[in-house]
């Protein structure tokens, strides 16, 4: 879910968002979603699950306006354009300006090093709903370990620190590795020096290609559940989840928004549930609504078996685990990835140990 409601703006705002995604969820319509504008990118992190599809086809200019204008139609607000690196298509601006033009909530994922005069110049003046930008570490000897290119640090810091200038929506965010979790408290300073909100995400996954070699830059189980409590923030959204009404028995495949309220698009124009997810459906040979109404519902109402290990849980809130994941992890929509599950079940008895502390 691409909602950043929580953290701009107040009151009326927040509370119209918050009603527009229930309705949405309950009604199934298609209002929040990503689009992959590419694959490739200049960095060469060690942690992205995109690895071996860098060099795969992505739609052309055209193609792109015109699943806009779909998007559009069918009733889409906030769009998110990703990738990859999506600043390094040469028709950026000209895409970006379309979904401004029709009325969308555009946000930019980026990893901030192609941020120039021009990049600067347009979101001025045509400002994004945000721009996310991803740190890798705090430090040059950080970001080689992390993303190969030490120099790759003083681009990204400066183009923040312009962002911040030209008072452009900016969010900051980090994947915890091992090569930079000793920095995370640094770069959580620098984003309350700016003004900008920050979270970090320990979640690393094999490759799409099925490769496990990200894998060896994930943090292990207690380094996790550690960030999870004593981080007030994400504390605070765990202790959350302890809610009854939040934990319900575990009787769909799908538990998630995918496929109810947000969608995805990948380079090739093939629509699927989320960026993680099985592609689904050719844009090129036919239509968004079309394929929402077809293989995307059929796959997202897929039940989960009665004999699943998940199956009756009612506590997957705490774990994450859902079929892309698990596919990624184990080549199959029901496989159970085991580290899911077991940092999920340390995560909630620590989160149910604070919660009966006076």
């Not at 300006?97 to 009325?103: C, I, P, S």
């Not at 640090?153 to 969010?171: G, K, N």
């Not at 959580?188 to 490759?207: K, M, V």
């Not at 036919?286 to 519902?297: N, T, Y």
């Amino acid at each position: 879910m691409q909602d950043f409601s929580s953290d701009r703006g107040q009151g009326s705002y927040t509370s119209w968002s918050r009603r527009l995604f229930v309705d949405a969820y309950r009604e199934r319509r298609p209002i929040s979603g990503s689009i992959a504008l590419t694959h490739r990118c200049n960095l060469s992190c060690i942690h992205c699950y995109l690895q071996e599809s860098r060099d795969g086809r992505e739609l052309e200019t055209a193609s792109w306006l015109d699943v806009i204008d779909q998007l559009e139609r069918a009733g889409c607000l906030w769009l998110m354009l990703t990738g990859g690196e999506p600043l390094l298509r040469g028709d950026f601006a000209e895409i970006y300006l379309h979904a401004k033009r029709k009325g969308f909530l555009v946000s930019v994922f980026t990893n901030g090093t192609l941020i120039d005069d021009s990049v600067l110049d347009l979101f001025s003046r045509f400002p994004p709903y945000c721009v996310e930008v991803s740190l890798y570490g705090h430090s040059a000897a950080a970001y080689a370990a992390v993303t190969g290119d030490a120099g790759a640090r003083e681009v990204v810091f400066e183009a923040v620190r312009r962002l911040t200038l030209s008072d452009i929506p900016l969010r900051l965010k980090t994947v915890a590795l091992r090569q930079n979790v000793h920095e995370i408290e640094l770069m959580r300073r620098l984003s309350e020096e700016l003004g900008a909100p920050f979270r970090f995400d320990p979640l690393i996954t094999p490759c799409l290609d099925g490769s496990t070699q990200p894998c060896g830059a994930r943090l292990d189980d207690d380094s996790i559940v550690r960030f999870d409590v004593e981080d007030r923030e994400r504390r605070a959204a765990w202790r959350k989840c302890l809610d009854a009404s939040q934990r319900v028995p575990r009787t769909s495949l799908f538990t998630c928004g995918a496929g109810r309220f947000s969608f995805h698009v990948h380079p090739d124009g093939f629509l699927s549930l989320c960026l993680s997810d099985v592609p689904l459906y050719d844009l090129e040979a036919g239509s968004f609504m079309e394929g929402w109404d077809g293989v995307v519902r059929e796959r997202r109402q897929t039940p989960l078996p009665d004999d699943h290990a998940c199956s009756g849980c009612r506590d997957q809130a705490f774990c994450g685990v859902c079929p892309a994941l698990a596919r990624m992890e184990t080549g199959s929509d029901l496989g159970l990835p085991e580290h899911l599950c077991r940092t999920g079940k340390r995560r909630l008895h620590e989160v149910e140990s604070l919660s009966e502390q006076p």
